[in-house]
Every structure is written in C-alpha cells, then in structure tokens.
C-alpha cells in the first residue's frame, strides 16, 4: 500500500476528491490529512470522510519537527498538497525528495509565486484578460511554483468570465484530473 498525507490550509474539496478517489482503492491510502489553520474546512471534511486530521502551527512545521515526525510515524510514502499555502520546510523536501506533488490554479509559469494563491490568482488572470487558465500539477521544491511539472489542462475563457466563474472552472478541472495524476504518478 503506498500511504498519502494530504496538507491543506482552507476549504479542502481537492483533500475531499482525492480521499474519495482513492477510498476504495487497494494500492494508495489516504492516511491523513494535516491543516495549518485552525479554523480550516478541510478539518470538518476530514471528519466526515473518517479520516484522521491533525492541526500543526508553524512551529510544528518549521521548527520542531512534530509534522515530518508524524509523517514518518504513519509510514507516509507521498505528501500531497492540495491548497496548502506555506512553504515546504527544508526537512520535508530532504525527506521526500521528489515525493511532494502540489497543484496551482493557473498554467504555470505565469501566476506563480509567493502571494499567488486561490483567488488572487483568478483575480490577476481576469485582470489581465487572458484568454485561457487552467491548472499545472507539479513536483515541489524549494521556490514556491517552480518545480518539474507533471501536468496541465486548460480552460477557455470569455469576456463574461469573472474570478468566481474561473475558480468554478479551474475546481472542475481540478477534480478530473488531480487524483487520477496521483494516482499515476506515485504508481509508476
Ligand atoms: C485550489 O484551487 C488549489 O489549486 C489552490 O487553492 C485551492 C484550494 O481549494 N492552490 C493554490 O493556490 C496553491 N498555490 P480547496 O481547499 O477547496 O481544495
């Protein structure tokens, strides 16, 4: 069984998909879900789902150690971020090198970056008058949107598009093909 932690910071319908995707499966797990807000959706979800969910503060995170800790403690092979919006500490990327797979709301290289996250991303895209976002599902490293990339879909958009109606776009696209690249990828 290849175990996945999944890190979310906010509403967490990718964390939601991807549990459900993979909930009948007898090749990957969804063996937790790890939340850095406390008042974070993604919490209530889990619940609902039966699947552990732990809250970890900064500390947790860059300091202490308690959240590669716990990864190691549950045997996770593969951490998943899906709308999780810090950096990866240095000891993560050192322990899962190569293992992180995040996904970003825009075709990346373009909207990327610190500060480029859910609708201020779909805030800039509409402001500039794109005429297509889409999604890029890639490999973490150190810089936030800069690693290898393993996928990209696109969505069109028109003049009537606002940032609600792309984020609408942008979720669909997300739950088609985010768990079934998982799947591929940490499969292969
Ligand atoms: C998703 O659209 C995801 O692509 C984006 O946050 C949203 C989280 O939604 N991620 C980023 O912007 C990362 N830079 P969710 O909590 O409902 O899954």
Known sequence: MIRLAILASGNGTNAQQISEYFAGSDKVKVECIIYNKKDAYV??????????????????????????????DMKVDWVILAGFLWLVPEDMLKAYPNKIINIHPALLPKYGGKGMYGHHVHEAVIANHEKESGITIHIVDDQYDRGSILFQAKCILTDKDTPDTLAEKIHLLERDYFPVVIEKTVLQ
């Open 43 to 72: 919490a209530e979800r889990a619940r609902k789902l039966g699947i552990p969910a732990y809250y970890h503060n900064r500390k947790d995170f860059y300091e202490n150690g308690a959240v590669l800790n716990k990864l190691r």
